[in-house]
């Protein structure tokens, strides 16, 4: 009777499921209303980014050479390593100078953005770490920009799998960008032995750059993923391994945090770093990372830090270090009765692949975003939204100095918990109305084969198997894993909740993203991106929107050395560590010179605010720490516009003569 009663309803019920999946397909016809709306004030234009002369023409390859442990995942193993920063590499006060990692040539190139006038243009080129050694076994995963040496010219910091990270600083005597403009140096003393490489074979996926230990000097957070070794070399020990766990895995790259000790310019620039081993809690040090970021968010002129790592729990950590010695301790999260564990901050077990730090709703405080795997019908987790609780710095001082992050996940409530197989984020105010977009990178392995269910069959897969790369199931050239996906760019629809509107916008390339960078690069106060592919061409979009008022500030501090500023030296190096707030009518907004931080995509170090309609004076406090290391506080009122500010023991409006 039941059975007969189940066979009447079965046509009904298969209809109704039928309705709900044409539902779920095709969507919910006012939400496609309300993103077309949402896109309809938004409009960039993709335009080519110039390479070396005949770069196009050579072969451009689409899997890495591999040690033989890893060669049944080989593509797997090649799916990191494109990357892209912007930043003022003239020193002419535009950030229109560019930095790629191309995964294609394993090449690190220096080339402009589209929108750079001729002043700022110069035959573009690759990096050349000539007289030092790298070979096969190793190729660069990330450029980040930097003035290292503190003389006021922006240097560039490659990283790599297979050996320690280069710094190529730039002479006093250059004159424009050119391959014979930089010096190549070691960041790690002792990697390089009469042209032999003898160091660490690190495998950095992520670094961050910041002002650590309050000197003014910027230190660097080195990010591993893959435990030291030759994991490119194909004719290496099959000794390799993976990780240990896919929830809390601890025997991966981990962190090296190294300070700065100091520095010399002139035409044979250099600069020493130390590391300050045992910075951070032994338990934490040794995750797979593929994310770094930090933001001041005690307002004690030192950040901290927020490390994302694949297969284990991210950590936020607090700054306690002093000058001369670096020092964080963990905070993390506490659990609510309706709360998921991968939740709280510090407890999650989803895949940390990129953060980045911004006020997300207008309230002078810090708030982060961290990029996960959501992919739909597959390891559907959440991207998080880690909302700022506390109600002052001093809350918050109190809290993380007691071990406790007060930080609520919120992304679902946001709209932004799930885009795709998410890597690099940026958050940015795009049409300047004081609201901050939100861009992410998206897509793992390009192929035709979906091996999505042998990737759940992993998901399943006991601990104790997972570290051996030979249980791994196979990923070879054309398999396919979440390879067709269009990087994502929310935006807030008319109730204040994110959309993605990537592809009303007329994105279409789908060819995996990796590192975003984004900077105003015309000075006209337009927020543009780049988007690095993986085994594809990054691209560079400009923003072509009706846009606000907005204010954007160069800040500095005064260069080392004395001698006339010629070629490529600034108005001064950039003043690391500072942190803005501005305070317009209805409008409150804090945000940062963000010297690095991310996956493998690095912001200009512009700090920016939008303002909207609004065209009077604001007022901007700023807080930041001098050539010594004092800290200084002080209001400043500002126009609307681009302004050059020189931070001594006071702000002063500077330009270049």
Same mark, same amino acid.
């Given at each position: 009777?039941?059975?007969?009663?189940?066979?009447?309803?079965?046509?009904?019920?298969?209809a109704?499921l039928?309705?709900?999946?044409?539902?779920?397909?095709i969507?919910?016809?006012?939400?496609?209303?309300?993103?077309?709306?949402?896109?309809?004030?938004y409009?960039f234009?993709?335009?080519?980014?110039?390479?070396?002369?005949?770069y196009?023409?050579?072969?451009?390859?689409?899997?890495?050479k591999v040690n033989?442990?890893?060669?049944?995942i080989?593509?797997?193993?090649?799916?990191?390593?494109?990357?892209?920063?912007?930043?003022?590499?003239?020193?002419?006060?535009r950030?229109?100078?560019?930095?790629?990692?191309?995964?294609?040539?394993?090449?690190?190139?220096?080339?402009?953005?589209?929108?750079?006038?001729?002043?700022d243009?110069?035959?573009?080129?690759?990096?050349?770490?000539?007289?030092?050694?790298?070979?096969?076994?190793?190729?660069?995963?990330?450029?980040?920009a930097?003035d290292?040496?503190?003389d006021?010219?922006?240097?560039?910091?490659?990283?790599?799998?297979?050996?320690?990270?280069?710094?190529f600083?730039?002479?006093?005597?250059?004159k424009?960008?050119?391959p014979?403009?930089?010096?190549?140096?070691?960041?790690v003393?002792?990697?390089?032995?009469?042209?032999r490489?003898?160091?660490?074979q690190?495998? &950095?996926? !992520?670094? *961050?750059? @910041? +002002? #650590?230990? %309050?000197? =003014?000097?910027p230190?660097?957070?080195? /990010? $591993?993923?893959f435990?030291?070794?030759?994991?490119l070399?194909?004719?290496?020990p099959?000794t390799?391994?993976?990780?240990?766990?896919?929830?809390?895995?601890?025997?991966?790259?981990?962190?090296?945090?190294?300070?700065w000790?100091?520095?010399?310019?002139?035409?044979?620039?250099?600069?020493?770093?130390?590391?300050?081993?045992?910075?951070?809690?032994?338990?934490?040090?040794?995750?797979? &990372?593929? !994310?770094? *970021?930090? @933001? +001041? #968010?005690? %307002?004690? =002129?030192?950040?901290?830090?927020?490390? /994302? $790592?694949?297969?284990?729990?991210?950590?936020?950590f607090?700054?306690?270090?002093?000058?001369?010695?670096?020092?964080?301790?963990?905070?993390?999260?506490?659990?609510t009765p309706?709360?998921?564990?991968s939740?709280?901050?510090?407890?999650?077990?989803f895949?940390?692949?990129?953060?980045?730090?911004?006020?997300?709703?207008?309230?002078?405080?810090?708030?982060?975003?961290?990029?996960?795997? &959501?992919?739909p019908w597959g390891?559907?987790?959440?991207?998080f939204?880690?909302?700022?609780?506390?109600?002052?710095?001093?809350?918050?001082?109190?809290?993380?100095?007691?071990?406790?992050?007060?930080?609520?996940?919120?992304?679902?409530?946001?709209?932004?918990?799930?885009?795709?197989?998410?890597?690099?984020?940026?958050?940015?105010?795009?049409?300047?109305?004081?609201?901050?977009?939100?861009?992410q990178?998206?897509?793992?392995?390009?192929?035709k084969?979906?091996?999505?269910?042998?990737?759940?069959?992993m998901?399943t897969?006991?601990?104790?198997?997972?570290?051996?790369?030979a249980?791994?199931?196979?990923?070879?050239p054309?398999?396919?894993?979440?390879?067709?996906?269009?990087?994502?760019?929310?935006?807030k629809?008319?109730?204040?909740?994110?959309?993605?509107?990537?592809?009303?916008l007329?994105?279409?390339?789908d060819?995996?993203?990796?590192?975003?960078?984004?900077?105003?690069?015309?000075?006209s106060?337009r927020?543009?991106?780049?988007?690095?592919?993986?085994?594809?061409p990054?691209?560079?979009?400009?923003?072509?929107?009706?846009?606000g008022?907005?204010?954007?500030?160069?800040?500095?501090?005064?260069?080392?050395g004395?001698?006339?500023?010629?070629?490529?030296?600034?108005?001064?190096?950039?003043?690391?560590?500072?942190?803005?707030?501005?305070?317009?009518?209805?409008?409150?907004?804090?945000?940062?010179?963000?010297?690095?931080?991310g996956?493998?995509g690095?912001?200009?170090f512009?700090?920016?605010?939008?303002?909207?309609?609004?065209?009077?004076p604001?007022?901007?406090?700023?807080?930041?720490?001098d050539s010594?290391?004092?800290?200084?506080?002080?209001d400043?009122?500002?126009?609307?516009?681009?302004?050059s500010l020189?931070?001594?023991?006071?702000v002063?409006?500077?330009?270049?003569?």
């Open positions: 009777m039941l059975r007969g009663r189940l066979r009447t309803l079965t046509p009904g019920l298969t109704i039928a309705i709900l999946a044409t539902y779920i397909l969507g919910n016809p006012a939400q496609a209303d309300e993103a077309s709306q949402t896109a309809a004030k409009s234009k993709e335009m080519p980014i110039a390479m070396p002369p005949g196009d023409e050579q072969k451009m390859n689409s899997v890495r033989p442990a890893y060669y049944k080989r593509s797997w193993m090649s799916a990191v390593g494109a990357s892209v920063a912007i930043n003022d590499l003239t020193g002419h006060g950030a229109d100078g560019m930095c790629l990692v191309d995964s294609r040539t394993d090449d690190v190139i220096v080339t402009y953005t589209p929108t750079a006038p001729a002043s243009r110069f035959t573009p080129f690759v990096l050349d770490p000539k007289p030092l050694p790298v070979d096969g076994t190793m190729a660069p995963t990330g450029c980040a930097g290292f040496a503190g006021g010219r922006m240097g560039l910091l490659v990283f790599y799998w297979g050996r320690t990270p280069i710094l600083l730039p002479k006093a005597n250059a424009t960008v050119s014979d403009s930089y010096v190549p140096q070691e960041l003393a002792g990697a390089n032995s009469a042209g490489y003898v160091g660490p690190w495998n &950095t996926d !992520a670094v *961050a750059v @910041a +002002d #650590l230990d %309050g000197t =003014g000097h230190s660097i957070i080195v /990010g $591993n993923y435990p030291d070794g030759g994991i070399d194909e004719h290496g099959n390799m391994q993976m990780p240990d766990s896919l929830s809390n895995a601890r025997n991966g790259g981990g962190l090296h945090l190294l300070r000790a100091g520095a010399t310019s002139g035409d044979k620039p250099s600069v020493q770093y130390v590391e300050d081993r045992g910075a951070i809690p032994f338990k934490a040090s040794g995750g797979w &990372t593929l !994310a770094l *970021a930090s @933001a +001041d #968010l005690t %307002g004690d =002129g030192k950040p901290e830090v927020y490390i /994302g $790592n694949d297969f284990g729990h991210g950590h936020l607090y700054n306690r270090s002093t000058k001369g010695r670096l020092n964080f301790t963990e905070a993390l999260g506490r659990r309706g709360t998921p564990k939740f709280v901050l510090g407890e999650g077990s895949k940390g692949m990129g953060v980045d730090f911004a006020d997300m709703a207008n309230k002078g405080r810090f708030d982060f975003m961290v990029s996960n795997i &959501t992919q390891l559907e987790e959440s991207n939204v880690f909302a700022n609780k506390a109600s002052s710095d001093a809350e918050m001082d109190k809290k993380l100095k007691s071990g406790v992050a007060p930080f609520t996940q919120e992304a679902s409530k946001r709209g932004l918990a799930w885009s795709g197989w998410a890597w690099d984020v940026k958050m940015g105010d795009f049409l300047n109305t004081g609201e901050e977009e939100v861009v990178a998206l897509g793992f392995l390009r192929g084969t979906n091996r999505w269910p042998w990737m759940q069959e998901a897969m006991n601990d104790q198997l997972l570290s051996n790369p249980m791994w199931p196979n990923f070879q054309g398999d396919d894993v979440s390879g067709h996906q269009v990087f994502a760019f929310f935006a629809n008319s109730t204040g909740k994110y959309v993605n509107i990537s592809k009303k007329g994105f279409k390339n060819i995996p993203s990796r590192g975003i960078a984004t900077a105003d690069t015309t000075g106060g927020l543009e991106f780049a988007v690095a592919r993986q085994w594809g990054p691209a560079f979009y400009a923003n072509t929107a009706s846009v008022k907005s204010v954007t500030l160069n800040l500095y501090r005064p260069a080392s004395k001698q006339k500023s010629t070629g490529l030296q600034g108005l001064g190096t950039p003043a690391y560590g500072a942190t803005v707030t501005l305070h317009a009518p209805g409008h409150k907004e804090i945000s940062q010179l963000d010297g690095g931080s996956h493998d690095y912001r200009s512009q700090v920016r605010f939008g303002l909207g309609t609004y065209d009077g604001v007022t901007a406090t700023i807080q930041w720490r010594n290391g004092e800290l200084h506080k002080q400043t009122k500002l126009t609307p516009g681009t302004h020189m931070l001594t023991d006071s002063q409006e500077v330009s270049k003569s």
